[in-house]
């Protein structure tokens, strides 16, 4: 099975800090995802990427950055965490346009 | 601007009983459809798949229909049991190109079946 690995379950940052996410695929897929889930909201799509060192801007990519230096590995960086960035953080990967596997998620908290 | 709309926040039936939630979307240009399970503390996992050609998939209790006309798809689920108490959420991609298999997702519905 595919597993995709996010490095933490639970953060708790302060106001202004610089938050790295880190996310791990161990099925060579091309394709990864940073997701956020908030009430109501469903899942919101942060940024993408297709292949190492490329990215895509999501739905809401404000607030954020992310790197790709290999291809198994995709963070998410939090330039300077604030509270409304407080969530449920969701990593994805995909090898064709059907389909994703999940991570387990990290639920971020900014104090 | 929401493509995939999920309007019913939560849903409570009872253990055997049928339960049926509903998504529906604006963007014709979705060719393909699932839907995905989650629990708290983990990711979603995926749980069926309809493509735009169909309008009927099935796997065991989890039924999904697909209408194309009212852009609308539907997930039954029968018999219902406790421990399909989740998080569903609805998702949509378009075919190929530059959306490199970008799903779009729905608010989700709370569903809970009690016993």
């Known amino acids: 099975d595919v597993k995709v690995t996010q490095s933490s379950r639970y953060l708790v940052k302060r106001t202004g800090e610089k938050v790295f996410l880190e996310c791990v695929q161990d099925?060579?897929?091309?394709?990864m995802f940073w997701y956020r889930q908030d009430p109501g909201l469903g899942l919101r799509l942060i940024y993408f990427?297709?292949?190492?060192?490329?990215?895509e801007k999501g739905d809401i990519p404000e607030g954020y950055s992310v790197s790709r230096e290999k291809k198994e590995r995709f963070s998410l960086i939090l330039e300077s965490a604030s509270t409304n960035q407080t969530s449920m953080y969701l990593c994805?990967?995909?090898?064709?346009?059907?389909?994703?596997?999940f991570g387990s998620g990290t639920r971020l908290t900014v104090v | 601007d929401q493509q995939v709309k999920q309007n019913s926040p939560s849903l409570s039936v009872q253990e055997g009983r049928i339960s049926i939630l509903n998504c529906d979307y604006t963007?014709?240009?979705?060719?393909?459809f699932l839907w995905y399970k989650k629990y708290p503390a983990e990711g979603p996992t995926f749980l069926i798949s309809?493509?735009?050609?169909?309008d009927k998939n099935e796997d065991g209790r989890f039924t999904v229909f697909l209408n194309k006309s009212a852009k609308h798809l539907s997930l039954h689920i029968v018999p219902s049991q406790p421990g399909d108490s989740a998080v569903y959420f609805c998702?949509?991609?378009?075919?190929?190109?530059?959306?490199?298999?970008?799903?779009?997702f729905g608010q989700g519905t709370i569903l809970t079946v009690h016993p």
């Open positions: 994805a990967s995909s090898s064709q346009p059907r389909g994703y596997t």
């Open positions: 099925m060579d897929h091309e394709n």
């Open positions: 990427s297709y292949d190492v060192k490329m990215k």
């Open positions: 963007n014709s240009m979705f060719d393909y």
């Open positions: 309809i493509s735009s050609i169909k």
């Open positions: 998702a949509a991609s378009s075919p190929g190109g530059t959306s490199y298999g970008k799903l779009t």
